[in-house]
């Protein structure tokens, strides 16, 4: 089992000034609020508390740095999809973002988090735009499927794929923090990202 010596929060960063200046290689985390994002990023480097569970909207306008065995970088991005954010903080995001994946040359890939229950939204698709238009290769996490019944599961695979698009390098896995289903497999595509 993969396991880390060392994680920890390296800066919460509300601009670019506070990006943290290390050469470390990148991988983008990002989904719907309570999509399951938190839970993932403690179910795959074994903490409990290290992306904290349960945030709240004002809390998350940031983009938290995580840094593993001074090796590999986990980029947190705010969750997205609150319905009442002003047109200001929506264009704030956008821009962070923008900023990020056009200026932050050391990224290596996205995690694109999507609930196994729920067809992906257009905030989702535009994420995954965002990454393909910046050439930045990703992979898609449908999280909580230890809630969708075993007969159901491929229609909602099926269901995220074709919503999303989703080219053959595009992979899909299913994931669940609770059982930590296909875990070491979602490491071992990181991985091989973290070092292209
Ligand atoms: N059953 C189940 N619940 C989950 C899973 N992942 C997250 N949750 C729950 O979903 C809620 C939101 O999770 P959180 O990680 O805070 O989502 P975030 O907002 O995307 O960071 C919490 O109540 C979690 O306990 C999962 O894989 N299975
Ligand atoms: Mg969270």
Redesign the pocket.
């Given at each position: 089992m993969i396991t880390f010596q060392k994680a920890e929060l390296v800066i919460s960063a509300p601009s670019k000034k506070e990006w943290p200046e290390t050469l470390l290689p990148e991988i983008v985390l990002a989904?719907?609020?309570?999509?399951?994002?938190?839970?993932?990023i403690n179910a795959m480097v074994g903490r409990k508390k290290l992306?904290y569970?349960?945030?709240t909207p004002g809390k998350t306008r940031l983009l938290n740095f995580f840094s593993l065995d001074d090796k590999y970088m986990f980029v947190d991005v705010p969750?997205y999809g609150y319905a009442n954010l002003s047109k200001q903080q929506l264009i704030r995001f956008g821009e962070m973002m923008e900023d990020y994946f056009s200026e932050r040359l050391q990224k290596k890939g996205l995690v694109l988090?999507v609930d196994a229950r729920h067809k992906p939204t257009e905030d989702d698709k535009l994420m995954l735009e965002f990454a393909r238009y910046h050439h930045l290769p990703s992979i898609i996490v449908a999280?909580?499927?230890?809630?969708v019944k075993k007969s159901y599961r491929k229609k909602q695979l099926d269901l995220i794929q074709s919503t999303l698009a989703l080219t053959e390098d595009e992979v899909i896995f299913p994931?669940?923090?609770?059982t930590k289903e296909n875990r070491e497999e979602i490491w071992e595509k990181l991985f091989i990202l973290f070092d292209s």
């Open positions: 989904g719907r609020s309570n999509v399951g994002k938190s839970s993932f992306a569970v349960g945030n969750g988090l999280t909580k499927i230890d809630k994931f669940s923090a609770t």
